[in-house]
C-alpha cells in the first residue's frame, strides 16, 4: 500500500555495478519499454567498502543517481541490500577483508561489519523511500539477505534478526522482503520466494502458509551465470518463459525478473559458483538475459513485453484479487495435448489465463478453448502461438467503460484506448457494459479499430502487437520502439505510424525519410608493441620481497587478480619433482629457470599436479598465482587465495573400490551450521561410502574428489572432518594422526535421502588418493611480489623482442576509430587467457584457449563500453596474455 493505494509490483534486475553509469538511464528505459514498473538492483558491498570503515558512493558506485534515475523513469526500486547478495559476483558481493570471518551468521565481528555496511547505505538513499517526507522517493522494498536456507532457528534469529534490527535503526522503513523459500521467516520481513519452474502451485501454497502476506517471486531466474569452459546452457523459449510469468500472475504474485539486463564482471568481480569446484563465472552476464550486454534485445524481450504491459496496467485488478478464491483447476504444465484454464477474481475484476499445447510440443495445434461462463454463456478463447492467452473480465477500463469480458489478450489501455491482442485470423470478443462487440483480428495490413461504449478497440494480430507502444497519452502502432524522451522510433522504410490519443482520436503521423547516417568510421588497431616477464619469470626482479612463509594473496595485499611467488630451496640431486598444492588457490602457473613447468589447479588448461625439473644444488621455482574468483554461493564460502600452507612431493595411493558400510547417523547442523538446504534433525543416511586405506607411513594423504556430491559429512575413522557439497571441498589432506596405524577409513556419509549406491558409483571414478612423501617449502625461502601492469617504457616493437614459449606477456596497441557514441567489442582471436585494460581502466578477464590452443566457451568478444573511449578515438588497448600468445589476429568491431 502506498498512499491508501495498492500497488502491485512487476519488476527486474538492473545491476548497477555491471553496467556502466552512462548507460543507466537507457537500460532503465529498456525495463520500462517493456512493461515494467519497477527495477530491482543488487548492492554489492566489495564495491563500495574495498578497505574497512572508507566508503565510496561516487562514480560508477553512484547509488543515489542510480535511484533516483529509477524515479525520474516514474518506476518503483527494490533494494538487494544484502548484505550477501550472491549473483555470481566475487565472494557474493561480501569485502575480501572478511575472508577468514565466519560470514552470513551471527558471528559478533561479522555482525559489526554489517551494520557499518548497512548505515552507510542508508545514509546514501534513505531519503529516496516512498516513506520519504514531501514525495517520497522510488525505493518501495528492501531485500535483507539472499536465499539463507538454512533450518537453525536460533543461529537465523541471531543473524537475520540482528540484519533486520540494522535495517530499522538505520532509517529504512519500507518493508523488508527475504528469498529464503520459508526456511527461515524472520519477524519483520515478507517471506518471498525463489525459484524459475513452474510456479501455478508454490504461489497457491503461499497463500496457505502466509495467508496475510503478498506473493512474490523476488527472484525469477531465466537461467545461471555462463561459466568458463561450458556452452552457453540452452536458453529457455521465449513461449516458457511467458507461460513462467503467467503462472505466477494466475496464482496472484508478483515477479522480478533477475534475469532481466545483462552486464558485465568487470576487472576480477566474477565469482565462483557453487555448481562444482571449478564453476568460475564468466566475463559476460548476458546468459539467459532478455536485454544483453550491448543493450540489444530479442525474441524473449519482445515475448515477455505483452505480458508485463497487461500485469503492470491493470496492476489494480492483480493487487486485488482475492486471495482465498483459488478454484481447483488443472495444473498448467504444458505439452501436446494438455489445456487449463485458471480463473482468478477480486474486488477490481478477474482475469482468466488460458493455457493451451506448449510450441514445442510434439504436434502443437492452433487451439480453441470454449469457457462457460458464470451466467451460462460461452465464450470461445484462442491460444496465441505461445501458448496462453489472458481474458478481463469485469473491469473498469475507464470511468464510464467496463469491460464485462473479452477472450483476446490485452496489452494495456490509456484513456479511452484499449488494446487487444490474438491470432490472425481469430474471431475476437468483446462486451463493454453489458453491449457485446466482435471482431476478426488481422491477418495483415492495418489494425482494426472499433468505437464502443465510449472506448476505442485496437485490436492487433501478435505481429502488431510486439510495434505497438504506450506514449505520454497515446498508443502508437507501427513503430520500432520509443526514445527515452517518448519520441517514436519510425519502424524500417515505414512512411507512417498510427496515433491513437487517450480520448480515442487517431490519425496517422508522416515519417520523414530516414536522416542521413553519420559516417562511423571502422575501429583500427596499431601495431602491437610487447613488454617481457624476464626477471620476474627468472625470480630476480627487485620487486620480490621475503615473506614469512606460504601466505594466502589478500594478506599480501592482493585481494583480487595475481600475484608472484619465489620459491627458493635446494636439492641433493637432479630429478623430476611430481608436485602438488592441496591448498592453493586457484591457479599456479609455474616456472623453472623462466620456462613454463605447467598450470596447477582448477579450470580449463590447468592439471591436479605438475612434474617439475630439478637440479642439484640452490634454485628457484617462480610461481604466478591466481584468484580466478570467490565461492559467490555454496557451503565453502570465504576460501583462500593463493600459495597457501605446504606442497609436497606427492606419489600416487592405491586404494580398493569403495564399499557401502554401515554407520551410525549423524546430525548435519551439529558439525556446523550454516549450512544450505539443511534444517535441525537433518541425519545422514546410515549407509557411507567407504574406502579402506592401508597407509603405514607416517605422511599425509591427498584426498582429493573432481565431483564432490550433494549435502554429505566426510567421516574419518568416525571422526567428521568436512562437509561436502557440489562446491568442494575438492581437496583434503588427511594427516597421519588422523589416519592411524591400522586401515585408516574414510567414509562419506549423505543426508538420509540419497541414493547411497548411486553415490558409491559416481564417486568410484572422482576419487582419488596421494601420499604426501615430503614438503617442498619446509626450509624453503619464499618471496612475494605484486602483480602489475608493464611500465611505459618496458615495450618495445614486438619483433625486437624474444621470449619462452608458454610465458606471460604484455601487450600495447592504439585503438583508433572509435567515438563515445556507441560500445565496441574486442574480439580476443589467438589469444590464450589474460586481462583487457581501456585507457588505464581494467575492463576485465577473458579466457578464449588453453596454452594448446584448445578453444575454451562461452565467450570470445568483450564489450568495451562507449564512457570508457576517448571522444578523440586515441584510446590505448593493453593485454595481459598468460601464455604470451600473439594478437595478431585481435580485431575490434562494432
Not at 572478511?98 to 554489517?114: H, I, K, M, Q
Not at 523511500?129 to 518501495?140: F, K, L, M, N
Not at 534475469?259 to 564468466?282: E, K
Not at 505480458?307 to 488443472?330: E, K, M
Request: with cysteine; hydrophobic share 40%; charged share 20%.
Amino acid at each position: 500500500m502506498i498512499d491508501g493505494r495498492r500497488v502491485w509490483l512487476v519488476s527486474g534486475r538492473i545491476p548497477y555495478a555491471r553496467v556502466p553509469r552512462e548507460t543507466w538511464a537507457e537500460r532503465i528505459h529498456a525495463a520500462k519499454h517493456l512493461g515494467l514498473n519497477t527495477i530491482e538492483t543488487p548492492v554489492f558491498w566489495n564495491r563500495h567498502e574495498i578497505r574497512p570503515g572508507k566508503f565510496d558512493f561516487s562514480g560508477d558506485n553512484d547509488l543515489r543517481n542510480f535511484v533516483d534515475l529509477v524515479g525520474k523513469a516514474g518506476m518503483y526500486c527494490i533494494l538487494g541490500l544484502g548484505p550477501y547478495v550472491g549473483s555470481g559476483w566475487d565472494l557474493g558481493g561480501l569485502p575480501a577483508w572478511l575472508s577468514g570471518t565466519p560470514l552470513r551468521t551471527n558471528n559478533p565481528a561479522f555482525l559489526e561489519s554489517c551494520s557499518r555496511f548497512i548505515g552507510a547505505v542508508a545514509d546514501q538513499i534513505k531519503g529516496w523511500q516512498v516513506t520519504a517526507p514531501g514525495t517520497g522517493g522510488p525505493i518501495v522494498l528492501v531485500q535483507c539477505e539472499t536465499h539463507w536456507t538454512c533450518g537453525h532457528d536460533q543461529v537465523g534469529e541471531g543473524y537475520l534478526g540482528e540484519l533486520t534490527r540494522y535495517i530499522r535503526e538505520s532509517g529504512l522503513n519500507v518493508p523488508i522482503v527475504n528469498s529464503n523459500n520459508l526456511w527461515k521467516s524472520v519477524e519483520g520481513q515478507v517471506d518471498g520466494w525463489s525459484a524459475s519452474g513452474p510456479m501455478l502451485g508454490t504461489m497457491r501454497q503461499l497463500v496457505a502458509v502466509r495467508p496475510g502476506q503478498p506473493r512474490m517471486v523476488i527472484d525469477l531466474a531465466l537461467g545461471r551465470p555462463a561459466v568458463w569452459g561450458e556452452d552457453h546452457a540452452d536458453e529457455q523459449p521465449p513461449h516458457r518463459i511467458v507461460r513462467r510469468l503467467a503462472e505466477v500472475c494466475a496464482g496472484g504474485g508478483q515477479f522480478n525478473l533477475t534475469s532481466l539486463c545483462a552486464g558485465t564482471n568487470f576487472g576480477f568481480m566474477g565469482g565462483r559458483l557453487g555448481s562444482a569446484p571449478d564453476a568460475f563465472a564468466a566475463t559476460s552476464d548476458s546468459q539467459a538475459c532478455l536485454v544483453d550486454d550491448g543493450g540489444r534485445t530479442g525474441a524473449a524481450y519482445r515475448a515477455v513485453r505483452r505480458l508485463a504491459h497487461a500485469a503492470s496496467r491493470f496492476g489494480r485488478v492483480f493487487s486485488n484479487l482475492d486471495p482465498t478464491f483459488q478454484p481447483i483447476g488443472v495444473e498448467p504444465a504444458g505439452g501436446e495435448g494438455a489445456c487449463s484454464v485458471i480463473h482468478a477474481s477480486g474486488a477490481q475484476g478477474g482475469v482468466a489465463f488460458v493455457f493451451g499445447d506448449e510450441p514445442d510440443a510434439a504436434k502443437p495445434r492452433r487451439r480453441v478453448l470454449t469457457l462457460n461462463l458464470s451466467d451460462g454463456t460461452t465464450l470461445p478463447v484462442p491460444v496465441q502461438s505461445n501458448g496462453v492467452t489472458w481474458c478481463l473480465f469485469g473491469v473498469n477500463v475507464s470511468a464510464r467503460s467496463r469491460v464485462d469480458y473479452t477472450n483476446l489478450s490485452t496489452l494495456g489501455a490509456t484513456g479511452q484506448a484499449l488494446v487487444l491482442f490474438g491470432p490472425p485470423g481469430a474471431s475476437g470478443m468483446i462486451s463493454v457494459n453489458g453491449s457485446p462487440v466482435e471482431a476478426t483480428v488481422p491477418d495483415d495490413g492495418p489494425p482494426v479499430l472499433i468505437e464502443h461504449e465510449g472506448l476505442t478497440l485496437v485490436v492487433l494480430n501478435e505481429a502488431q502487437v510486439d510495434s505497438t507502444f504506450f506514449v505520454e497519452n497515446a498508443i502508437v502502432v507501427g513503430v520500432a520502439g520509443v526514445k527515452t524522451d517518448g519520441t517514436p522510433i519510425p519502424a524500417p522504410d515505414s512512411k507512417a505510424y498510427l496515433r491513437i490519443g487517450a480520448d480515442g482520436v487517431r490519425r496517422q503521423v508522416p515519417v520523414e525519410g530516414p536522416a542521413k547516417k553519420p559516417r562511423v568510421s571502422r575501429p583500427a588497431l596499431s601495431a602491437w608493441s610487447d613488454a617481457p616477464l624476464d626477471d620476474y619469470l627468472a625470480g630476480t626482479s627487485p620487486r620480490f620481497a621475503a615473506i614469512a612463509g606460504p601466505s594466502d594473496l589478500t594478506s599480501l595485499g592482493c585481494a583480487y587478480g595475481y600475484g608472484w611467488y619465489r620459491v627458493t630451496f635446494e636439492s641433493d640431486r637432479a630429478r623430476r619433482l611430481h608436485a602438488i598444492f592441496p591448498f592453493a588457490g586457484d591457479r599456479l602457473h609455474l616456472f623453472s629457470e623462466g620456462r613454463s613447468v605447467g598450470v596447477v589447479g582448477l579450470g580449463p588448461g590447468a592439471a591436479p599436479d605438475a612434474a617439475i625439473p630439478v637440479q642439484k644444488g640452490e634454485q628457484s621455482l617462480v610461481i604466478l598465482a591466481e584468484n580466478f574468483g570467490r565461492f559467490c554461493e555454496g557451503a565453502q564460502l570465504g576460501e583462500s587465495k593463493g600459495l597457501i600452507g605446504e606442497a609436497f612431493e606427492a606419489s600416487p595411493l592405491r586404494a580398493p573400490r569403495p564399499e557401502i558400510e554401515s554407520g551410525v547417523p549423524l546430525e548435519v547442523l551439529a558439525f556446523r551450521t550454516p549450512l544450505w538446504d539443511v534444517s535441525e534433525g537433518d541425519m545422514t543416511s546410515p549407509d557411507r561410502v567407504s574406502w579402506h586405506l592401508h597407509h603405514r607411513r607416517k605422511t599425509p594423504v591427498l584426498m582429493t574428489i573432481s565431483h564432490p556430491p550433494e549435502s554429505s559429512l566426510l567421516v574419518v575413522n568416525d571422526k567428521v572432518i568436512a562437509f561436502l557439497d557440489r562446491s568442494g571441498p575438492s581437496r583434503v589432506l588427511l594427516q597421519p594422526d588422523l589416519l592411524g596405524k591400522g586401515p585408516g577409513r574414510v567414509q562419506i556419509a549423505p543426508l538420509a535421502h540419497a541414493d547411497s549406491e548411486q553415490l558409491r558409483s559416481d564417486l568410484a571414478g572422482s576419487v582419488r588418493f596421494d601420499e604426501c612423501v615430503s614438503p617442498l617449502f619446509e626450509d624453503a625461502k619464499i618471496s612475494f611480489a605484486k602483480w602489475e601492469p608493464a611500465p611505459a617504457a618496458a615495450y618495445g616493437a614486438a619483433r625486437n623482442h624474444r621470449h619462452a614459449a608458454d610465458t606471460p606477456l604484455w601487450w600495447k596497441a592504439t585503438l583508433s576509430g572509435t567515438s563515445t557514441e556507441g560500445a565496441v567489442y574486442l574480439h580476443a582471436s589467438g589469444m590464450t587467457k589474460g586481462q583487457i585494460f581501456v585507457n588505464g581502466r581494467h575492463l576485465c578477464r577473458y579466457f578464449v584457449a588453453t596454452a594448446s590452443g584448445k578453444r575454451v566457451p562461452p565467450q570470445d568478444r568483450y564489450l568495451i563500453p562507449a564512457s570508457w573511449l576517448k571522444s578523440d578515438g586515441n584510446n590505448e588497448l593493453v593485454l595481459f596474455d598468460e601464455h604470451g600468445a600473439n594478437p595478431s589476429h585481435v580485431r575490434v568491431t562494432r
